[in-house]
């Protein structure tokens, strides 16, 4: 088939990019800027945004099923002139009308864990409102929601890390938020299934990963990996959500108040969707093992 993968330059595309190449298909990375790409020479690029739906238009001819990976991080406010608006509903929408205008017969949309178009923060409303333009769109779709996604080169671990110092830390409300985190290894066949596999049309998976664990449990992991301890000490939510609104607006500052609340939020599933794609849970590679430290605060969920 010919697959094109809307953010096929990022963390997540660019495996999915190796990984549907490795599997025979002809693959084209569509990215804002893909000219420094570490992708398989079989791999073709093309340039473009998908804000901008003139500059993507084009690539979408010959097409037999379109990817779109295009997000802005949760955990990080949007840099410049960027919004989530912008990249996750006007992205999708330029993606649904290349797909239709160039008929396109499938797309297969990574969208996230607790996507409402209600949301409490803009990440998640706009992912919701994406997957409203997707649900009502003239071709066949797959939705995969995701908790958060681990592996090299990605921002969870090092996210846990730029909120906090080792050995003894504050953290917003002690770092209880929990999560599902998956393993980027993990996560990229299933993405590959959901495109050869026409059985997943017309289905939304919630993804997580074999264990449960909080972002205290993430930080002690991620300074466990370096030799060192850490003691967290908790901050009540409504002061750290004081500060992160006060420190938003200053442009070394990577979090605002859409962070703070998204530090509020479960990133858990209530039914684990990798069991589609032939995978168990307990399958799955934990976060200590990616680090190669032991956990043992965690149980596999």
Request: with cysteine.
């Given at each position: 088939?010919?697959v094109?993968?809307?953010?096929g330059t990022?963390?997540?595309?660019?495996h999915?990019c190796a990984?549907?190449?490795?599997r025979?298909?002809?693959?084209?990375?569509l990215?804002r800027?893909?000219d420094?790409?570490?992708?398989?020479?079989?791999?073709e690029t093309?340039?473009?945004?998908?804000?901008?739906y003139?500059?993507?238009?084009s690539?979408?001819?010959?097409?037999?099923?379109?990817?779109?990976?295009?997000?802005?991080?949760?955990?990080?406010?949007?840099k410049?002139n960027?919004?989530?608006?912008?990249?996750?509903?006007?992205?999708?929408?330029?993606?649904?009308?290349?797909?239709?205008?160039?008929?396109?017969?499938?797309?297969?949309q990574?969208?996230?864990?607790?996507?409402d178009?209600?949301?409490?923060?803009?990440y998640?409303?706009?992912?919701?409102?994406?997957e409203?333009v997707?649900?009502s769109?003239?071709?066949?779709?797959?939705?995969?929601?995701?908790s958060?996604?681990?592996g090299d080169?990605?921002?969870f671990?090092?996210?846990?890390?730029?909120?906090?110092?080792?050995?003894v830390t504050?953290?917003?409300?002690?770092g209880?938020?929990?999560f599902?985190?998956i393993?980027?290894?993990d996560?990229v066949?299933?993405?590959a299934?959901?495109?050869?596999?026409?059985?997943?049309?017309?289905?939304?998976?919630?993804?997580?990963?074999?264990?449960?664990?909080?972002?205290?449990?993430?930080?002690?992991?991620?300074?466990?990996?370096?030799?060192k301890?850490v003691r967290?000490?908790?901050?009540?939510?409504?002061?750290?959500?004081?500060?992160m609104?006060?420190a938003?607006p200053?442009?070394?500052?990577?979090?605002?108040?859409?962070?703070?609340?998204?530090?509020k939020?479960?990133?858990?599933?209530?039914?684990?969707?990798?069991?589609?794609?032939?995978?168990?849970?307990?399958?799955?590679?934990?976060?200590?093992?990616?680090?190669?430290?032991?956990?043992?605060a965690?149980?596999?969920?």
């Amino acid at each position: 088939m010919n697959v094109i993968v809307a953010g096929g330059t990022g963390f997540i595309g660019s495996h999915l990019c190796a990984e549907l190449a490795d599997r025979g298909h002809d693959v084209t990375a569509l990215a804002r800027s893909p000219d420094d790409a570490d992708l398989p020479n079989t791999v073709e690029t093309a340039m473009g945004d998908v804000s901008a739906y003139e500059s993507i238009e084009s690539h979408f001819e010959g097409q037999d099923v379109a990817v779109n990976l295009v997000a802005l991080s949760p955990l990080f406010k949007p840099k410049g002139n960027l919004s989530h608006e912008t990249v996750h509903l006007q992205g999708t929408e330029n993606v649904v009308r290349a797909c239709e205008e160039h008929d396109v017969g499938k797309l297969v949309q990574m969208s996230a864990l607790g996507a409402d178009p209600n949301g409490p923060t803009a990440y998640l409303r706009t992912k919701g409102q994406a997957e409203e333009v997707v649900r009502s769109a003239d071709l066949d779709w797959v939705l995969v929601r995701p908790s958060v996604v681990f592996g090299d080169g990605g921002e969870f671990v090092s996210f846990t890390k730029k909120l906090t110092t080792p050995y003894v830390t504050g953290f917003p409300g002690g770092g209880k938020t929990p999560f599902q985190p998956i393993w980027l290894g993990d996560l990229v066949p299933m993405l590959a299934d959901a495109v050869e596999d026409d059985d997943h049309v017309g289905e939304a998976y919630d993804i997580g990963g074999p264990e449960v664990l909080t972002l205290a449990d993430v930080t002690h992991l991620a300074y466990a990996a370096e030799g060192k301890s850490v003691r967290i000490l908790p901050v009540p939510m409504p002061l750290a959500k004081l500060g992160m609104t006060m420190a938003g607006p200053l442009p070394f500052i990577p979090f605002g108040p859409d962070q703070a609340r998204s530090l509020k939020v479960d990133n858990t599933v209530a039914d684990n969707g990798v069991a589609a794609f032939g995978v168990e849970p307990h399958e799955l590679t934990t976060l200590s093992s990616y680090l190669g430290v032991e956990n043992t605060a965690k149980a596999s969920a």
